[in-house]
């Protein structure tokens, strides 16, 4: 069955530091997105990416964050110069439409040090 | 303001007993999603509902647009089924707003 992976499955960084984390959506999807999960807290929506473009993005994504499609099979999110607060749990979806249901990656747990 | 709630947030269940777990929301939406998240911190989908009910081997999960609620049920429930179930709903946005999940334990 397909799926959505994602790499790493565990970083650990040092506050300042780039990220990027890498996620390979289910290969007939158009609709990417980048969810995050802070430890005892729920699942919150950070960007969502259609045809080469970021089509919404919360509030959490701010400038730090980034998107990017790099060639026909990763989708990737990049933060510029982490914080201890954006230590969290990473999960990278897609589906093929945005109606549909979508499909979840294992997740990147980012540890900021 | 755009919300989804979830009931139990807690939840223990002797193995074979039925289980519920409600969720209910504020606003008109588009589509209702059941996830199953477990202790690895996978997301699993399970449902993704806008009207009626769905059935996949013991899991059901019924919405009812005019109440704005929605129930998960499993049927003859096993250890395995140990996990956090989570509703998330969709406007008409492209996100998901996830409500803060229920925490399963199954009991042999």
């Known amino acids: 069955e397909p799926e959505v992976t994602q790499t790493p499955s565990h970083q650990v960084t040092q506050m300042g530091q780039e990220v990027i984390l890498r996620c390979v959506p289910i290969?007939?999807?158009?609709?990417f997105y980048w969810y995050r999960q802070i430890l005892g807290q729920k699942v919150e929506f950070l960007v969502s990416f259609y045809n080469n473009e970021i089509s919404e993005k919360s509030e959490i994504f701010d400038d730090q964050f980034s998107v990017e499609r790099p060639d026909g099979s990763n989708f990737t999110l990049k933060i510029r110069s982490t914080k201890l607060e954006d230590s969290a749990m990473y999960f990278c979806?897609?589906?093929?439409?945005?109606?549909?249901?979508?499909?979840f990656g294992q997740g990147t747990r980012l540890t900021v040090v | 303001k755009n919300e989804v709630e979830q009931s139990p947030q807690n939840l223990t269940a002797q193995e074979g007993e039925f289980i519920t777990i409600n969720c209910s929301y504020s606003?008109?939406?588009?589509?209702l999603h059941w996830l199953q998240q477990h202790p690895g911190g996978g997301i699993v989908s399970l449902f993704m509902?806008?009207?009626g009910k769905k059935k996949h081997g013991r899991l059901i999960a019924t919405i009812n647009i005019q109440e704005k609620h929605s129930s998960l049920h499993i049927t003859a429930s096993h250890p395995r089924d140990s996990a956090v179930y989570i509703c998330?709903?969709?406007?008409?946005?492209?996100?998901?707003?996830f409500g803060t999940g229920t925490r399963l334990q199954v009991f042999p």
């Open positions: 290969s007939n999807h158009l609709y």
């Open positions: 979806a897609s589906s093929v439409v945005v109606t549909g249901e979508a499909f």
């Open positions: 998330a709903v969709r406007y008409n946005t492209d996100k998901l707003i």
């Open positions: 606003v008109g939406i588009s589509a």
């Open positions: 509902l806008s009207s």
